[in-house]
């Protein structure tokens, strides 16, 4: 099963995702906020994808 994404080159994405909790329970970090990002699906490897996995290897192991 090939489980690439194959869209149209022109194809723009967007990503949203949210931070934090929204009832602000936690005394530690009460914070909630939304925030995203938009990549034309020729550039997602380069300005997305790549950079996040570096992040993660470098942060997470």
Known sequence: MDDTLKLPPNSL???IDETGNEDLSDPNNP???RGGCGALFT??????????KRL?????G
């Open 31 to 33: 914070t909630f906020g």
């Open 56 to 60: 993660k290897r470098e942060r997470l």
């Open 43 to 52: 550039e997602y490897k380069h300005r997305i994808s790549k950079p996040w």
């Open 13 to 15: 994405l967007i990503f």
